[in-house]
């Protein structure tokens, strides 16, 4: 019979919860406090620790630590009120395994107990299949030797072995959907499907039934039933990008989805389902969440670990190796290299659109070269002159040069590198927001 130590200094919640964990088949041991809740794990080491946070004397944050020093395999699932989620959240990034926010339904409870079993059960059978996987997919996309990828790629193994939802953010082209594979791949899910989707991408009506499947005859067009992409992903990976695009109104949806792994389709009834979520973000979602379009609570379930992506300027020291990898993908068996010249040309460069356009500038060469040897003369315009116009030289041509093709170069330049925000591109032009608006305007530019 599989143990649970329940840990409450709320003597009627915790008698209901040992109740009903009883009636589900567990084995229950209790304790008032956390003190006597050490007592009892040092005692009979039980797999499955469920503790409350607020408790006089030691806290549940404090019965967690101490769990995990003495055996780190032990599953441990935090109980708060929903005003403190926040630790919760905290309690999961230092190793508990999920939280329950009060108040929580019996099914919610035995459905969290289940999934912890059923993910320690999964872990000891696959530890040694994920092993080999790690090791065979080492190559996985994965590109980059910078200190910043280095220290990310290290919470990415962390994280990958545990349930938590997690947040990626970053800039477009980044290489935020290569993060979520490699999370998928190195996790227990890996045998499972990984399903993406792009928030941003479905027309707002239309995601809904998107996400979540719809029946026959629910609105004019349902000709049939279909799947969501939460049951496609039943077992796996879900990977949520440009999730702050996702309207207001479907929010409390995906949140239910996330806390009870329940779905409602469109027309139909709930339906169980069993998803990981990763999602992913170019937004700014603190700020969004302050402007009242993305809500809290969604936030807080999604982070519960948050994953920056650092975009590629931050980290030119990654470029030779993306540059060699995209050779070996794109040439087709023909030996061709780069000049030093070349190579360093790509490094002084900015890349606002990160990743994805560098493979782009490397596919383009390749296409366009006169020889198996890469040179300057082979380099896209906007990267083979300067990335600025250095100390005092404008390198302007000999018969002369317009002051207003000039400044209105200097605004669309702006504004490539700002990914068209007009405020940052203002203040990236030392100018006032309307006096960029008025070049704009003057100039005929769309941002």
């Not at 996987?133 to 790629?153: C, K, V, W």
């Amino acid at each position: 019979m599989k143990q649970i130590l329940l840990i409450d200094d709320d003597n009627s919640l915790r008698r209901v919860m040992e109740f009903q964990l009883q009636e589900a088949g567990y084995q229950v041991l209790t304790a008032r406090d956390g003190q006597q809740g050490l007592v009892a794990f040092r005692q009979h080491r039980p797999p499955l620790v469920i503790t409350d946070v607020q408790m006089p004397g030691i806290s549940g944050y404090d019965v967690l630590q101490e769990v995990l020093s003495l055996e780190p395999q032990t599953l441990v699932i935090i109980v708060t009120a929903f005003s403190t989620v926040e630790q919760a959240v905290d309690a999961m990034k230092v190793g508990a395994y999920d939280y329950l926010a009060k108040p929580f339904s019996r099914d919610q409870l035995c459905l969290t107990v289940a999934k912890a079993f059923e993910f320690r059960n999964l872990k000891q059978e696959n530890s040694a299949l994920r092993d080999v996987l790690a090791a065979r997919d080492d190559s996985l996309r994965i590109i980059g030797e910078s200190s910043a990828m280095t220290q990310l790629l290290q919470r990415v193994e962390k994280v990958a072995v545990s349930q938590a939802s997690i947040l990626i953010s970053g800039e477009s082209g980044t290489g935020k959907e290569v993060i979520a594979q490699t999370i998928h791949q190195r996790s227990e899910r890996h045998a499972g499907p990984f399903i993406a989707v792009n928030c941003a991408a479905i027309p707002k009506d239309l995601i809904e039934s998107e996400l979540f499947g719809h029946i026959k005859g629910s609105f004019t067009g349902a000709v049939k039933d279909r799947k969501g992409k939460f049951s496609l992903a039943d077992k796996g990976t879900l990977f949520l990008d440009e999730i702050g695009e996702l309207p207001v109104d479907l929010q409390p949806k995906l949140l239910r989805a996330l806390q009870e792994q329940q779905i409602e389709p469109v027309g139909g009834t709930t339906e169980q389902v069993d998803v990981r979520v990763v999602a992913a973000t170019n937004r700014n979602l603190e700020e969004a969440m302050a402007a009242g379009t993305f809500r809290d609570d969604l936030y807080y379930r999604l982070a519960v670990v948050p994953l920056e992506l650092p975009p590629l300027r931050q980290r030119k020291e990654d470029i030779p190796l993306f540059v060699q990898y995209f050779l070996n993908k794109q040439q087709a068996g023909a030996q061709v290299r780069m000049t030093d010249q070349v190579l360093q040309s790509l490094q002084k460069y900015d890349w606002p659109g990160n990743v994805r356009e560098l493979e782009n500038v490397v596919e383009q060469m390749l296409i366009l070269r006169n020889s198996d040897v890469i040179d300057l003369a082979d380099l896209p315009e906007r990267i083979g002159r300067p990335a600025g116009r250095g100390k005092g030289v404008l390198n302007l041509p000999e018969e002369g040069y317009s002051l207003e093709e000039l400044e209105k170069e200097a605004v669309v330049e702006a504004l490539r590198r700002c990914q068209g925000n007009k405020s940052k591109a203002a203040n990236f032009l030392r100018i006032p927001r309307h006096t960029l608006l008025y070049r704009l305007e003057k100039y005929h530019i769309e941002a």
